[in-house]
């Protein structure tokens, strides 16, 4: 094998190593890109990380009776405020905390960290 094809193999393992595994809720992993939604497949938690103003993933799929849990990875405060299908608000989030929603009902939830009005999420919410 060429040097220059064993280097592209070493640099395709290493970023699938970074990258995570797509979430599984209460795998205890972010997972995927902001774009890629995490999945609801089993545990009773589903994070998500707020890390370089961004919520990783910004989309989610979760069951009624989940938790998400939002674990700030920056150095700068956030918060998570649902602005559309739930009625949720943290207090400021500095870095190394988080903060809990229980999952009651289904449908789509939106929010944002009002700090940073760019930094968006979505949660679908499926039944049991």
Known sequence: MSLRRLALLGLLA????CGGDETSAGS??????PSE?????G???VQV???DILFVPDKITARVGQTVRWTNEDT???NVKADK????????IPEGETYEAKLSKTGTIAYVCTIHPSQRGTIS???K
Do not use: E, N
């Open 76 to 78: 700068v405060v956030h």
């Open 28 to 33: 205890g992993t972010a997972g995927g890109s």
């Open 43 to 45: 545990g009773d938690t």
């Open 85 to 92: 299908g739930a009625d949720f608000a943290s207090k400021s």
């Open 49 to 51: 990380a707020m890390k």
């Open 125 to 127: 919410v499926v039944a």
């Open 14 to 17: 290493l970023v699938a190593g």
């Open 37 to 41: 939604p995490a999945s609801a497949s």
